[in-house]
Protein backbone atom coordinates (compact mmCIF):
# COMPACT_ATOMS: atom_id res chain seq x y z
CA UNK A 1 0.00 0.00 0.00
CA UNK A 2 1.41 3.34 -1.13
CA UNK A 3 1.78 5.95 1.40
CA UNK A 4 -0.01 9.48 1.69
CA UNK A 5 2.99 11.22 0.63
CA UNK A 6 3.82 8.99 -2.37
CA UNK A 7 -0.01 9.46 -3.44
CA UNK A 8 0.23 12.99 -3.02
CA UNK A 9 3.38 13.46 -5.14
CA UNK A 10 1.67 10.92 -8.19
CA UNK A 11 -1.19 13.60 -7.78
CA UNK A 12 0.82 16.72 -8.52
CA UNK A 13 2.69 15.16 -11.33
CA UNK A 14 2.58 16.18 -14.77
CA UNK A 15 -1.14 15.20 -15.95
CA UNK A 16 -0.22 12.68 -18.89
CA UNK A 17 2.93 10.81 -16.83
CA UNK A 18 0.47 10.59 -14.15
CA UNK A 19 -2.50 8.79 -16.11
CA UNK A 20 0.44 6.98 -18.04
CA UNK A 21 0.83 5.22 -14.59
CA UNK A 22 -2.89 4.81 -13.65
CA UNK A 23 -3.03 3.56 -17.42
CA UNK A 24 -0.99 0.25 -16.61
CA UNK A 25 -3.68 -1.04 -14.19
CA UNK A 26 -7.06 -0.18 -16.40
CA UNK A 27 -8.62 -3.41 -18.99
CA UNK A 28 -9.44 -3.72 -21.80
CA UNK A 29 -13.07 -4.15 -20.44
CA UNK A 30 -15.54 -1.44 -19.37
CA UNK A 31 -18.36 -3.30 -16.90
CA UNK A 32 -21.47 -1.13 -17.02
CA UNK A 33 -24.43 -1.29 -14.30
CA UNK A 34 -27.62 0.27 -13.86
CA UNK A 35 -30.16 1.36 -11.18
CA UNK A 36 -33.93 2.00 -10.70
CA UNK A 37 -34.92 4.84 -7.16
CA UNK A 38 -36.99 2.58 -6.14
CA UNK A 39 -38.03 4.51 -2.90
CA UNK A 40 -37.29 8.88 -3.21
CA UNK A 41 -37.16 11.30 -0.71
CA UNK A 42 -37.96 11.81 3.42
CA UNK A 43 -34.47 10.75 4.11
CA UNK A 44 -33.81 11.58 7.92
CA UNK A 45 -30.00 12.41 6.77
CA UNK A 46 -28.91 15.29 6.39
CA UNK A 47 -26.24 15.05 4.42
CA UNK A 48 -25.69 18.08 2.54
CA UNK A 49 -25.81 17.37 -1.15
CA UNK A 50 -28.35 15.42 -1.40
CA UNK A 51 -31.91 16.27 -2.66
CA UNK A 52 -33.68 13.57 -0.49
CA UNK A 53 -33.42 15.25 2.20
CA UNK A 54 -36.12 16.33 4.59
CA UNK A 55 -33.34 18.71 6.04
CA UNK A 56 -34.04 20.55 2.72
CA UNK A 57 -36.68 22.20 0.86
CA UNK A 58 -35.70 20.48 -2.68
CA UNK A 59 -39.26 20.02 -3.79
CA UNK A 60 -38.18 16.54 -5.21
CA UNK A 61 -41.17 13.91 -5.50
CA UNK A 62 -41.44 11.59 -2.93
CA UNK A 63 -42.74 7.96 -3.26
CA UNK A 64 -42.61 4.56 -1.23
CA UNK A 65 -41.06 1.46 -1.99
CA UNK A 66 -42.04 0.86 -6.21
CA UNK A 67 -43.98 -3.28 -7.05
CA UNK A 68 -41.39 -5.67 -8.12
CA UNK A 69 -42.57 -5.65 -11.72
CA UNK A 70 -41.40 -1.81 -12.26
CA UNK A 71 -37.70 -3.47 -10.83
CA UNK A 72 -37.92 -6.56 -13.09
CA UNK A 73 -38.99 -4.15 -15.91
CA UNK A 74 -36.25 -1.75 -15.18
CA UNK A 75 -33.77 -4.64 -14.64
CA UNK A 76 -34.48 -6.12 -17.88
CA UNK A 77 -34.21 -2.65 -19.88
CA UNK A 78 -30.87 -2.01 -17.89
CA UNK A 79 -29.76 -5.39 -19.65
CA UNK A 80 -31.02 -4.22 -22.93
CA UNK A 81 -28.76 -1.68 -22.98
CA UNK A 82 -25.50 -3.99 -22.00
CA UNK A 83 -25.66 -3.36 -18.07
CA UNK A 84 -24.54 -6.74 -16.31
CA UNK A 85 -25.56 -5.20 -12.69
CA UNK A 86 -28.83 -3.93 -11.82
CA UNK A 87 -28.87 -2.38 -8.08
CA UNK A 88 -31.88 -1.60 -6.29
CA UNK A 89 -31.92 1.98 -4.67
CA UNK A 90 -33.21 3.37 -2.00
CA UNK A 91 -33.54 6.67 0.33
CA UNK A 92 -33.04 6.25 4.46
CA UNK A 93 -30.58 6.00 6.17
CA UNK A 94 -31.27 2.19 7.15
CA UNK A 95 -33.51 -0.26 5.46
CA UNK A 96 -37.13 0.06 5.99
CA UNK A 97 -38.15 -3.43 7.97
CA UNK A 98 -42.06 -2.79 6.85
CA UNK A 99 -40.86 -3.33 3.16
CA UNK A 100 -37.32 -5.45 3.88
CA UNK A 101 -39.08 -8.61 2.51
CA UNK A 102 -40.20 -7.00 -0.44
CA UNK A 103 -36.55 -5.71 -1.25
CA UNK A 104 -35.29 -9.52 -0.42
CA UNK A 105 -38.04 -10.31 -3.88
CA UNK A 106 -36.52 -7.73 -5.92
CA UNK A 107 -33.33 -9.21 -5.10
CA UNK A 108 -34.15 -12.74 -6.07
CA UNK A 109 -36.37 -11.81 -9.61
CA UNK A 110 -33.12 -9.80 -10.73
CA UNK A 111 -31.23 -13.02 -10.06
CA UNK A 112 -33.46 -15.03 -12.32
CA UNK A 113 -32.44 -12.55 -14.86
CA UNK A 114 -29.79 -14.20 -17.16
CA UNK A 115 -27.19 -12.03 -17.90
CA UNK A 116 -27.40 -9.76 -14.77
CA UNK A 117 -26.25 -9.82 -11.27
CA UNK A 118 -28.51 -8.35 -8.08
CA UNK A 119 -26.71 -5.06 -6.65
CA UNK A 120 -28.41 -2.83 -3.41
CA UNK A 121 -27.98 0.27 -2.29
CA UNK A 122 -30.44 0.84 0.67
CA UNK A 123 -28.52 2.68 3.86
CA UNK A 124 -26.34 1.42 7.03
CA UNK A 125 -27.04 -1.99 7.86
CA UNK A 126 -26.96 -4.35 10.73
CA UNK A 127 -25.77 -8.01 11.12
CA UNK A 128 -28.96 -9.54 10.84
CA UNK A 129 -29.95 -7.48 7.63
CA UNK A 130 -26.38 -7.87 6.05
CA UNK A 131 -27.03 -11.64 6.78
CA UNK A 132 -30.21 -12.15 5.03
CA UNK A 133 -29.22 -10.03 1.65
CA UNK A 134 -26.24 -13.16 1.34
CA UNK A 135 -29.08 -15.59 2.26
CA UNK A 136 -31.44 -14.08 -0.73
CA UNK A 137 -28.51 -14.06 -3.07
CA UNK A 138 -27.47 -10.48 -3.10
CA UNK A 139 -24.25 -10.50 -5.46
CA UNK A 140 -23.07 -6.64 -4.47
CA UNK A 141 -23.98 -4.14 -1.86
CA UNK A 142 -23.28 -0.84 -2.46
CA UNK A 143 -21.85 1.86 -0.23
CA UNK A 144 -20.36 5.07 -0.29
CA UNK A 145 -17.75 6.86 2.07
CA UNK A 146 -18.72 9.84 0.30
CA UNK A 147 -15.39 11.42 1.14
CA UNK A 148 -12.30 11.75 3.79
CA UNK A 149 -12.80 10.93 7.32
CA UNK A 150 -11.49 14.26 7.89
CA UNK A 151 -13.94 15.85 5.98
CA UNK A 152 -16.95 14.04 6.53
CA UNK A 153 -18.32 16.20 9.50
CA UNK A 154 -18.48 18.73 7.03
CA UNK A 155 -20.71 16.78 4.49
CA UNK A 156 -23.25 14.88 7.26
CA UNK A 157 -23.59 14.84 10.71
CA UNK A 158 -27.02 12.74 11.83
CA UNK A 159 -24.57 9.58 11.29
CA UNK A 160 -20.71 8.64 11.50
CA UNK A 161 -18.27 7.69 8.59
CA UNK A 162 -17.50 5.10 10.92
CA UNK A 163 -21.01 3.36 11.26
CA UNK A 164 -20.19 3.68 6.77
CA UNK A 165 -17.08 1.65 7.39
CA UNK A 166 -19.10 -0.67 9.33
CA UNK A 167 -21.12 -1.41 7.03
CA UNK A 168 -18.52 -2.25 4.20
CA UNK A 169 -17.29 -4.74 6.59
CA UNK A 170 -20.07 -6.15 7.33
CA UNK A 171 -21.04 -6.82 3.36
CA UNK A 172 -17.79 -8.45 3.15
CA UNK A 173 -18.09 -10.95 6.29
CA UNK A 174 -21.47 -12.14 4.76
CA UNK A 175 -19.83 -12.79 1.47
CA UNK A 176 -20.97 -10.24 -0.64
CA UNK A 177 -19.14 -8.08 -3.31
CA UNK A 178 -18.73 -4.32 -2.50
CA UNK A 179 -19.23 -1.20 -4.06
CA UNK A 180 -17.92 1.52 -2.05
CA UNK A 181 -16.85 5.02 -3.67
CA UNK A 182 -16.81 8.58 -3.42
CA UNK A 183 -18.39 11.99 -4.44
CA UNK A 184 -15.97 14.64 -5.30
CA UNK A 185 -16.45 18.55 -6.00
CA UNK A 186 -17.60 18.99 -2.10
CA UNK A 187 -15.12 21.60 -0.72
CA UNK A 188 -12.18 18.82 -0.23
CA UNK A 189 -8.64 19.28 -0.54
CA UNK A 190 -6.68 17.42 -2.82
CA UNK A 191 -4.99 15.86 0.18
CA UNK A 192 -8.52 14.70 1.41
CA UNK A 193 -9.14 13.12 -1.88
CA UNK A 194 -5.48 11.33 -1.93
CA UNK A 195 -7.07 10.37 1.83
CA UNK A 196 -10.11 8.79 0.21
CA UNK A 197 -7.93 6.54 -1.93
CA UNK A 198 -6.37 5.02 0.50
CA UNK A 199 -9.21 4.42 2.89
CA UNK A 200 -10.46 2.79 -0.25
CA UNK A 201 -7.24 0.81 -0.29
CA UNK A 202 -7.76 -0.40 3.27
CA UNK A 203 -11.63 -1.53 2.58
CA UNK A 204 -10.51 -3.09 -0.45
CA UNK A 205 -14.04 -2.85 -2.71
CA UNK A 206 -14.54 -4.98 -5.83
CA UNK A 207 -16.18 -1.40 -7.41
CA UNK A 208 -15.17 1.66 -6.69
CA UNK A 209 -17.61 4.59 -8.08
CA UNK A 210 -16.64 8.03 -8.82
CA UNK A 211 -19.06 10.69 -8.53
CA UNK A 212 -19.05 14.46 -9.08
CA UNK A 213 -21.22 16.64 -7.36
CA UNK A 214 -24.39 17.94 -9.44
CA UNK A 215 -25.62 20.97 -7.19
CA UNK A 216 -28.92 20.68 -6.11
CA UNK A 217 -31.23 23.74 -5.40
CA UNK A 218 -31.92 24.58 -1.53
CA UNK A 219 -29.30 22.02 -0.42
CA UNK A 220 -26.28 23.65 1.26
CA UNK A 221 -24.16 22.67 -1.70
CA UNK A 222 -26.48 24.34 -3.97
CA UNK A 223 -23.40 27.01 -4.93
CA UNK A 224 -20.60 23.86 -5.26
CA UNK A 225 -20.59 23.79 -8.90
CA UNK A 226 -16.78 25.18 -9.10
CA UNK A 227 -15.24 23.25 -6.12
CA UNK A 228 -13.35 20.58 -8.81
CA UNK A 229 -12.56 21.05 -12.31
CA UNK A 230 -11.89 18.49 -15.06
CA UNK A 231 -8.40 18.12 -14.18
CA UNK A 232 -8.70 17.44 -10.64
CA UNK A 233 -11.46 15.29 -11.33
CA UNK A 234 -8.93 13.33 -13.81
CA UNK A 235 -5.96 13.19 -11.19
CA UNK A 236 -8.41 12.21 -8.44
CA UNK A 237 -9.53 8.61 -10.34
CA UNK A 238 -5.88 7.82 -11.34
CA UNK A 239 -4.59 8.03 -7.73
CA UNK A 240 -7.22 5.82 -6.79
CA UNK A 241 -6.93 3.64 -9.46
CA UNK A 242 -3.21 3.50 -8.42
CA UNK A 243 -3.99 2.61 -4.92
CA UNK A 244 -6.64 0.62 -6.14
CA UNK A 245 -5.09 -1.50 -8.95
CA UNK A 246 -7.83 -4.58 -8.44
CA UNK A 247 -10.82 -3.09 -7.81
CA UNK A 248 -13.68 -1.49 -10.97
CA UNK A 249 -13.03 2.40 -10.83
CA UNK A 250 -16.51 2.93 -12.07
CA UNK A 251 -17.52 6.54 -13.55
CA UNK A 252 -20.96 7.92 -12.10
CA UNK A 253 -22.82 10.51 -11.30
CA UNK A 254 -22.27 13.72 -12.74
CA UNK A 255 -20.08 12.14 -15.64
CA UNK A 256 -22.00 14.67 -17.72
CA UNK A 257 -19.76 17.80 -16.26
CA UNK A 258 -16.56 16.03 -17.99
CA UNK A 259 -16.07 16.81 -21.38
CA UNK A 260 -16.62 13.58 -24.00
CA UNK A 261 -12.97 13.97 -24.56
CA UNK A 262 -12.30 13.83 -20.83
CA UNK A 263 -14.54 10.82 -20.29
CA UNK A 264 -12.66 9.03 -23.27
CA UNK A 265 -9.74 9.91 -21.43
CA UNK A 266 -10.74 8.31 -18.09
CA UNK A 267 -11.96 5.37 -19.88
CA UNK A 268 -8.69 4.68 -21.32
CA UNK A 269 -6.46 5.97 -18.38
CA UNK A 270 -8.19 5.12 -14.81
CA UNK A 271 -11.93 3.63 -15.59
CA UNK A 272 -13.05 0.33 -16.40
CA UNK A 273 -16.52 0.80 -15.31
CA UNK A 274 -19.71 2.76 -16.05
CA UNK A 275 -23.10 3.69 -14.71
CA UNK A 276 -25.42 4.07 -17.65
CA UNK A 277 -28.63 5.40 -17.89
CA UNK A 278 -30.29 7.81 -15.59
CA UNK A 279 -29.32 8.36 -11.16
CA UNK A 280 -31.13 9.13 -8.46
CA UNK A 281 -32.49 12.76 -9.03
CA UNK A 282 -30.20 13.75 -12.04
CA UNK A 283 -30.13 12.43 -15.58
CA UNK A 284 -27.46 10.62 -17.59
CA UNK A 285 -26.11 10.01 -20.87
CA UNK A 286 -28.08 8.20 -23.43
CA UNK A 287 -26.96 4.25 -22.90
CA UNK A 288 -26.38 3.60 -26.79
CA UNK A 289 -23.85 6.69 -26.55
CA UNK A 290 -22.53 5.27 -24.12
CA UNK A 291 -21.71 1.92 -26.03
CA UNK A 292 -20.73 3.60 -28.98
CA UNK A 293 -18.12 5.61 -27.08
CA UNK A 294 -16.67 2.93 -25.10
CA UNK A 295 -16.83 0.52 -28.81
CA UNK A 296 -15.08 3.46 -30.75
CA UNK A 297 -12.38 3.02 -28.05
CA UNK A 298 -11.93 -0.07 -29.05
CA UNK A 299 -13.20 -1.17 -25.33
CA UNK A 300 -15.15 -4.75 -24.86
CA UNK A 301 -18.48 -3.90 -22.71
CA UNK A 302 -19.12 -6.56 -20.12
Known amino acids: MLDKE ?43 YCAQS ?19 KAAEDALSHGASRFAIVTSGKTPDESDFDKMLEMIGEINKIEGLKSCASIGILNEEQAKKLAQAGLKR ?68 PINILMPIAHTPFESYIDKIGEEDVLRTMAVIKIANPKSVVRLCGGRIRLSKKNQEKALMTSVDGLMVGNYLTTIGADPKQDIEMVQNLGKKII
Open 6 to 48: ELIRLYNLDLQELLNISQMYVKNEVEFCSLINARNGKCSQNCK
Open 54 to 72: SHYNTEIDSFPLVDIQEVT
Open 141 to 208: FHHNINTSRSYYPQVCTTHSFEERINTCKLVKKYGMELCCGVILGMGETEEQRVEMAMILSEIQPDSI
